[in-house]
T-cell receptor, first 115, second 109 residues
Framework: ETGVTQTPRHLVMGMTNKKSLKCEQH?????MYWYKQSAKKPLELMFV???????ENNSVPSRFSPECPNSSHLFLHLHTLQPEDSALYLC??????????????FGSGTQLSVL | GQNIDQPTEMTATEGAIVQINCTYQ??????LFWYQQHAGEAPTFLSY??LDGLEEKGRFSSFLSRSKGYSYLLLKELQMKDSASYLC??????????WGAGTKLIIKP
């Protein structure tokens, strides 16, 4: 039990579909993150939220739209994706924004395939 | 640019010792992390080093040399369950995490 739950675990969608990824953390943390993990590539930070406020958007295309209604929940809304967006999307949380030894707690991810 | 290098894949034998290296070039340094990720699962925290030297935690140890921009993760008495990817990450001067691409470790009986 990592304390961070992501749904769905797997998602297949067409390029014209709209879908949402959900993340929930049960750890009482203040910061939440979306990462993209592609095979044999480093984790790519997409978005960061601290106390529900977005603090970072790493030049992510607008077809990815995050939402953070409270410190425990994080969504990633997807629309008109491209095949190159196929990847594992990981949600993570930390007690506060990364200072020094602040470690991340990850969910198991959503494996996304865009056809 | 900022960069983390680690081997793509390594193979070792059950019961043996393996060392996974990580070299980094970053804008500043505020600590280095190792995470373990089993296939299809969440990455989980293994270790954190901010000062030079060796940190031991059971069968796993992590070493850091800041002057050389180098770290390694040492796994002893390998077990089949240690088959996983090992991710190295460095916090830069802005406290951003810079990630390596991970090392896939295969354990053979």
């Amino acid at each position: 039990e990592t304390g961070v739950t992501q749904t769905p675990r797997h998602l297949v969608m067409g390029m014209t579909n709209k879908k949402s990824l959900k993340c929930e953390q049960h750890l009482g943390h203040n910061a939440m993150y979306w990462y993209k993990q592609s095979a044999k590539k480093p984790l790519e930070l997409m978005f960061v939220y601290n106390f529900k406020e977005q603090t970072e958007n790493n030049s992510v295309p607008s077809r990815f739209s995050p939402e953070c209604p409270n410190s425990s929940h994080l969504f990633l809304h997807l629309h008109t994706l491209q095949p190159e967006d196929s990847a594992l999307y990981l949600c993570a949380s930390s007690q506060d924004l990364g200072t020094g030894n602040e470690k991340l707690f990850f969910g198991s991810g959503t494996q996304l395939s865009v056809l | 640019g900022q960069n983390i290098d680690q081997p793509t894949e390594m193979t070792a034998t059950e019961g043996a010792i393996v060392q996974i290296n990580c070299t980094y070039q970053t804008s500043g340094f505020n600590g280095l992390f190792w995470y373990q990720q089993h296939a299809g699962e969440a990455p989980t925290f293994l270790s954190y080093n901010v000062l030079d030297g060796l940190e031991e935690k059971g069968r796993f140890s992590s070493f850091l040399s800041r002057s050389k921009g180098y770290s390694y993760l040492l796994l002893k008495e390998l077990q089949m369950k240690d088959s996983a990817s090992y991710l190295c990450a460095v916090r830069d001067s802005n406290y951003q995490l810079i990630w390596g691409a991970g090392t896939k470790l295969i354990i053979k009986p």
